[in-house]
């Protein structure tokens, strides 16, 4: 089971109004390389790894990325809290608020809702950790193109460190597929 | 007012294991970079991990709690990798007496982290508190 803490993993405090950003920002929630595609990915490959390293890693790692979907989404809410009606629309997400008003919704940067189409399970620990540090890279490249696109400090900081997060997974899932292959555990 | 930062294990370093540990940032500058292991942090062009600004004894509560509790994250993750590592394995205890302690002291005096440990008190202090998303 889970247990909420009522707490961010990394503190988020931002102070000014950024439409276009929280438009971008959306795609590491509910896009192809984001934290949701992440988290479920792990936890629904965790039950067929050869053993309790890979299940502890992919539980561990997929609670991990909530805490990062809980970021992310605090960085949206807090970029778009005091927007008007008509600033949203100025940055196209007047469709946005058709469907949703100003609540969250997981979608990539175009407005692409999320789909589970983004993630695989093979069944084959080896394929599924070598997606799982493909998954990582790609999420720390958009972190790189997210961070290239804005000057704001308050939304560099977390993205800056949510970045080394991808590096760190990387690796432990390459110890472990590297392990795992060379014990001819799978 | 000065705020101070606990860190108990600065400058631990880990010796050249065959895990491939050289060594560790201790639990403040490996929070502030996201990352504990020396071996796999990497910069992105020439950004400097930011600086968390703390105005409060809560918000340096919380600091603390959050640093110590990357720490044992980190330690988590490559353990789950290297279960047998003993050094790895000491380090996540030591730290997580520091955290208990540092935890029991903020839920006391600011309210619940977790919704196991909420006082009897009207009105509820799991929904009398902020969430974390609302800037204070």
Redesign the interface.
């Known amino acids: 089971m889970w247990?909420?803490?009522?707490?961010?993993?990394?503190?988020?405090?931002?102070?000014k109004k950024d439409l276009k950003m929280a438009k971008y920002l959306v795609t590491q929630y509910g896009g192809s390389n984001g934290e949701l595609g992440a988290a479920l990915r792990y936890l629904n490959q965790r039950y067929t790894m050869p053993d309790n390293?890979g299940k502890?890693?992919l539980t561990?790692?997929a609670t991990?990325e909530f805490a990062h979907i809980?970021m992310i989404?605090?960085m949206i809410?807090?970029l778009v809290k005091d927007a008007t009606i008509e600033e949203l629309e100025q940055v196209g997400l007047g469709s946005h608020y058709a469907e949703h008003n100003r609540a969250l919704y997981p979608t990539d940067s175009n407005g692409v809702p999320f789909t589970v189409t983004y993630f695989a399970t093979t069944g084959d620990p080896i394929a599924d950790l070598y997606e799982d540090m493909a998954a990582e890279q790609k999420a720390r490249a958009v972190y790189?193109n997210l961070?290239d696109l804005t000057e704001d400090?308050d939304v560099?900081?977390?993205l800056?460190?949510?970045?080394?997060?991808e590096?760190?997974?990387f690796?432990?899932f390459k110890?472990?597929a590297e392990?795992y292959s060379k014990e001819k555990k799978v | 007012m000065n705020y101070n930062y606990y860190e108990p294990f600065n400058n631990y370093n880990m010796p050249m294991s065959p895990n491939n540990i050289d060594s560790l940032f201790g639990s403040y500058e490996g929070y502030l970079k996201g990352n504990l292991f020396k071996n796999l942090y990497s910069e992105y062009k020439n950004y400097k991990p930011s600086t968390i600004k703390i105005n409060s004894d809560k918000e340096e509560l919380l600091f603390n709690i959050n640093q110590i509790c990357f720490a044992m994250h980190e330690l988590n993750l490559y353990l789950d990798v290297y279960p047998n590592n003993e050094q790895a394995l000491n380090l996540y205890s030591n730290y997580q007496s520091t955290y208990n302690d540092l935890l029991n002291t903020y839920q006391e005096k600011y309210g619940p982290i977790n919704n196991n440990s909420i006082k009897n008190q009207i009105p509820f202090s799991w929904v009398n508190t902020n969430f974390p998303w609302e800037v204070e």
Do not use: C, M
């Not at chain 1, 247990?3 to 102070?15: A, D, G």
């Not at chain 1, 800056?160 to 997060?165: C, D, E, F, S, V």
């Open positions: 247990q909420y803490q009522k707490k961010l993993q990394y503190p988020i405090n931002i102070k390293r502890a890693l561990d790692i991990e809980e989404s605090t809410y807090q790189e961070i400090e560099i900081g977390p800056l460190w949510l970045r080394q997060r590096i760190v997974h690796n432990r110890e472990l392990i």
